[in-house]
T-cell receptor
Framework: DGGITQSPKYLFRKEGQNVTLSCEQNLNHDAMYWYRQDPGQGLRLIYY???????QKGDIAEGYSVSREKKESFPLTVTSAQKNPTAFYLCASLILAEAYEQYFGPGTRLTVT | DAKTTQPNSMESNEEEPVHLPCNHS???????IHWYRQLPSQGPEYVIH???SNVNNRMASLAIAEDRKSSTLILHRATLRDAAVYYCILRDVGEYGNKLVFGAGTILRVKS
């Protein structure tokens, strides 16, 4: 089945530790996105990438880093510099030629204590 | 980025039509209007999109005002499974590609 996989579903970390969230897609989509969602809020864009080895900052990139070494993978690292990392993180992908439907993964809920 | 304004919440009875409004007075000529919905603890799901003309698909209809400053998502017969947060979004096609700017959305409650 084609889709987007995010793992793990729940992640717990101690403050001061870096943590990497996985996002893999087998849809052969060009673009990939990372969003953050806080309780009762909409999604905010962290980073996005249109092609391999290239990515752009979204609205809240501080304290996060990404890489796009393969078309199907777009991992997000939440660094210790991110002041309030506890949130629901969503990965999405898109076919650039169509560009109207972003497919979202199931999300990872990160809790940092 | 152009912004959208939606009511915080709406309520509907099962089997009745639902009209979810969205204002986007600063929309530019090239912005597409998208609607997504999100069930609790899940990723958003695409519903429909349009540019100028009204659009229909199997899930919903999208009515776009002539001046494009507002739009309405229409669910023709609400079911309990339609209870979700509905986001009206303008797609920003910038130098580096497509961005969706999400607002807080409208919480739709469906009563049986």
């Amino acid at each position: 089945d084609g889709g987007i996989t995010q793992s793990p579903k729940y992640l717990f970390r101690k403050e001061g530790q870096n943590v990497t969230l996985s996002c893999e897609q087998n849809l052969n989509h060009d673009a990939m996105y990372w969003y953050r969602q806080d309780p009762g809020q909409g999604l905010r864009l962290i980073y996005y990438s249109q092609i391999v080895n290239d990515f752009q900052k979204g609205d809240i990139a501080e304290g996060y880093s990404v890489s796009r070494e393969k078309k199907e993978s777009f991992p997000l690292t939440v660094t210790s510099a991110q002041k309030n990392p506890t949130a629901f993180y969503l990965c999405a992908s898109l076919i650039l030629a169509e560009a109207y439907e972003q497919y979202f993964g199931p999300g990872t809920r990160l809790t940092v204590t | 980025d152009a912004k959208t304004t939606q009511p915080n919440s709406m309520e509907s009875n099962e089997e009745e039509p639902v009209h979810l409004p969205c204002n986007h007075s600063t929309i530019s000529g090239t912005d597409y209007i998208h609607w997504y919905r999100q069930l609790p603890s899940q990723g958003p799901e695409y519903v429909i999109h349009g540019l100028t003309s009204n659009v229909n698909n199997r899930m919903a209809s999208l009515a776009i005002a002539e001046d494009r400053k507002s739009s309405t998502l229409i669910l023709h017969r609400a079911t309990l499974r339609d209870a979700a947060v509905y986001y009206c979004i303008l797609r920003d096609v910038g130098e580096y590609g497509n961005k969706l700017v999400f607002g807080a959305g409208t919480i739709l409650r469906v009563k049986s």
